[in-house]
Structure formats: C-alpha cells, structure tokens
C-alpha cells in the first residue's frame, strides 16, 4: 500500500508546505489506501511567459497533486521527466511510452491581456494516439493561480473520467485550538486540496453544523456566542452575516434547500427538538415532524422532494425522511444500531452516514436502489460525512489520538486521503457546490 | 453512638463519596441519600449552618461545604440515556429544595453528552437530559422563571481521552446558579 512513490510524494508536499509563505494553518495530505489501476499521467512544468516573477509552486505541480489526490491517477515525479516539451510538436512520443505514461499535459502561462490575470494555455494529449484530448485556455486573475490550476485539473478529471472534476471547490471545517479558558474555535473555509484557509469567524465559544448554500457563497452554522445555540448566515467572501435563529433550547443543524429559498433546521422551542422548515426571505417556518424524540440533522434530496433526518423515534438514532410538503416520516435504515447525520449524492441514489456500532463509528453509504449499506471507513469515530459535489468522494470527520483530523474516501472505499490540519482539532468538514 | 463518633462517621463517608467521584463517578454506589436520612442538629454548634440546611436564609452558606449535598453540582448519566440515576436524586433534590424555597434564585441546566455519536444529535441527548433534571426541579416546586436548560452536547467536555472512564465524567448535568 504505501510504496516508495507516494512516500516521496507526501514528502514533496510536506515540502511545498514548508516554504509556502502562508505556514499558518496547513493541512497536509496523506494516501492511505491507493488504487492500483491508477491512470499513468505526466503533467510536465509550464513555461513561465509572464513579466512577473513565477510562483514558488508551479500550476503543473498543483495539477499533478490534485490529480494524483482523486486516487484515480498515477503522475510522474518531475525528477523522472527525462524530456519537457511546451508544445505538440516537440514532444517525443517514444519516450513517454518507454516511461509507460498514457497521458501527457503539457502547456505554458502567460499574463491575461490587459495585465489583468494570466491565461493557462494546455493541452492533454493521449501517447498512443498521439491526438489531443484537451485544447484550451484557462483564464485566472492575478491571485488565482492555484484556483486555475484546480480548474486544469478539473478539466483533465473530467476528460478521463467522464465524471465532473472538484477540485476547484472548496471546503469548510470547524477547527478549535487551546485548553480551558483559552480555547478558541473557529470556522475555516479553504480550497479543497486544504491550501489558503481562511478563518471566517472565530470565537471562544463552540461552533458547529457548516452548511453551504447552493451557490456556494454563504454558509450558515451553529454559535453558541450568546451563551446557547443561534444560527448565523455569513457571506464567505464579504463577511458580513446575519442571525437567523436563537429561540428558547436548540438552533440547530441548519441546511439549505438546493434552491437556496429555505432552510431546514433544528428547533426544540416546542420542549424537544423538532425539524421546522423555513422561508429564508420572509423568516416564515413550518414544523416538520412532531414526536416526543429526538429529531435532527436534516438534509435535503437533490429534487427538494425529502428531507432526510436522524431520529430515535424507534428507541436508536436512524435516518428516517418526511416529503417536504409534510406527512409521515418512513424509516430508511434498518440495519445497525446507530445511524446519524446522513449526507445525500447529488445524484440522490446514495446516502451516507455515520454508523455506530458498540463504540465504533464508522462512515457507510446506503445505496437507495439495492437497500444495501457499505462501511467504507476503519473507524473509530468517524462522523460528520459531506458528499464532494461531483459525487466522487465524501469528506467526514475522524479521530487520531485526541485530536480531530479530516478525511476523504472515494464512494466505493477503495482511496483513502487524510487531510491533517497542523494545528488544533478539526472536525465537521462540509464540501462546497460547484462554484461558478 | 455519641455525637464524636457520628460526627467522624459522617466525614469518614464524605471523604469516600468526594474520592470516589474525582476518579470514576460511574462507580460512585455509595447512596448520598443515606447521610440524608441522619439527624444531623447536634453537629451544629459551631456558626456554620447544618449541612442538611437546604431552605433557610443561611442555607447558601452550604454550597461551600463539602458535607453538604448542595456543594455537589454535577449529575452524571448512562449512555444515550437521559434517566437520573437513584444514586444522584438526592443531590437534585437538596438543590430543588434550595431553588423552591429561595425565589430570587435561578438555576441554568447545562447539559452534555460523551464524544460517541454525532454533535447534532448529542445537542438533542443533552437538552434531554437538562429538561429530566429540569423536571425534578419543577416537581419539587420550583418555578419555570427559576429554570432554565442550554445543551451544549459534546462540545464542552472535561475530560478528552477516549475511553469509558472519560466518557462517563462527560455524560452530565450542570447545576449552574446564576443567581443565590
């Protein structure tokens, strides 16, 4: 499993993380279970044209990490790129053969008329056809050189895969540092690959639940800053926010409609916690469920048609789901004795969850068409699953030592990555939509 | 037995339940009920309050005397279950009695949970069992103005190893006074 290569990897990246100029809060990133039907891919160093001075790390390198992150490709060390051709016409097919490299991308970056960003000019070019796939032109501005990348990547993702990149997405994290009176919390936003994270609120007081609205430019959380639960909506990029709910007991577990107009949430103003819907325009809320238990962590299906939610109605914590247009809730897990905060596939034919067992908490994934559940995670306490919004992976929650570090596993378990936040105890990851 | 002998018996059985509970309050069987139930006037001859003094206008002197149940704030509670337990009844009720009988009195009911489980489900385990504590105090005849309830599930733990002994420290109820 762990070989050489991806040794050397993880020591490149610790590298990349050592002299990047933002060492504050990183997170490194680990394989810990790889796919030996990886796609060999060599995503040689673009030509720097530009008039400014070139990033420490190159557009190529970031391209081949995240590529090299999805599990489902092989890159080529830079080391062993015995040739680095910057068009078609000079590259040596016979040499990429020799290396076994299926795919090549080659490419050059140069500034953006108007000297307002730069253009990623690449192609991706197939070594036994010598055709090329991919011909394009990806413009960034003048700070967006990794988000470009990511973008590359995604393209090439895509090409390969049939499937969506998202790698150009981003993902929230609750992260807490400090002991006692000096404990802080605070809610971080960074791109998926875990670089440039951004502390969008802090607060002495615990916060939880992320959840991002569908155009991925506000989350809404829990804070307990006034001393109970209150849910916040925050613009990500503006900062500006706005309290959404503090009534008497739990604000909870907020989540947005796909369409962005509701919110489904956690309210116990009733004396127990009940599932209420409501209209983020005019504040209007609707009571969902009705039962003396615990009922919580909604999420929505994809066509807005359920809502998803975890109750102990039946004496254990299960998912059950309720038509939003109200009616009786209907159990959906049968198996097991703890199923809780459930995350839906954009394509809504999985769900998934963390199962519990004894003192074993586990990520697994119900597949709705079979009714067959999956545990794709070792344990212990895995939680807080967030399907990626191309349906590829879900990021969730996990333990080492008593620290809270991030993870990620492809849908069929087969790839692994821990994401390490250096510093504090990470938990509750929510993965963007796909920004446009 | 004479007044001296009591007196060390009572300590003897103080020192037990407060060693107890700083290592392992799951073990905690020793019933506080039972030093409840002793005639305990004849210790008071010095200037503090008995410790049984749960009403009177001196009896918020006790919540500093470790011989007094109202010096203990803490409830601790079985996994995903939010029932009281026999062994701390007693404690709830010196409290109960206290809040009934004091009216400028407030009390807020913190309620938390172990780390197993998810966090939103845990603000739900948590509230439930600050609403049963909550509930006893209302059978007691403290007012609802008096009471009040925050969960705050497995975010605040006060003691972060993963295993049963940490676990059951952390499954609990606060009995906070924010106002005597």
Redo the contacts between chains.
Sequence with gaps: MMMTKPMKKIFFILIVLLVSPLAQAKLEIQIIQGNASALPIAVIPMQWRSSDPRPLTGVAEVVSSDLYRSGLFDPLDEQDMVDRPVDAESVRFGTWRLLKVDYLVIGHVKDAPGNTGYEIVYQLIDVHTQEALLSQITTVGLGDLRFGAHRVADAIYEKLTGVAGAFSTRIAYISSTGEGKELNYQLFVADADGFNPQAVVGSPE?L??PSWSPDGQRLAYVS?EK???AIYVQNVSTGQRELVSSGK??N??PAFSPDGRFMAM?L?SS???EIYVRELATGQKRQLTQHWA?D??ASWSPDSQWIYF?S?RGG??QIYRVATSGGKPTRVTLEGD?N??SSISPDGTRIAM?H?RG?E?RIAVLDTDTGRMRILTPG??D??PSFAPNGSMILYAT?EG?RGVLSAVSVDGNVRQRLILTEGDV??PAWSPVIR | MNTTWRFLLALVITVAISACKTTEPVTDTTDPGTTDTKPATDVTTSAAPDPRDYTSNRAAENFDNPESLLSKRVIYFDFDKSEVRSEYRAIVAAHAAYVSSHGSARVTLEGHADERGTREYNLGLGERRGNAVSGLFSAAGAMGSQLDTVSYGEERPVCRVSDDSCWSQNRRVEIVYTAR
């Design positions: 615990p939880l639940s307990f001393g109970n639960s007991g739990i909870g577990a956690t116990s004396g127990n916690p615990i919580t962590e975890t102990d254990k914590p703890y809780a905060r963390a519990g003192n908490y212990v306490l939680e807080s333990r008593p938990r509750e």
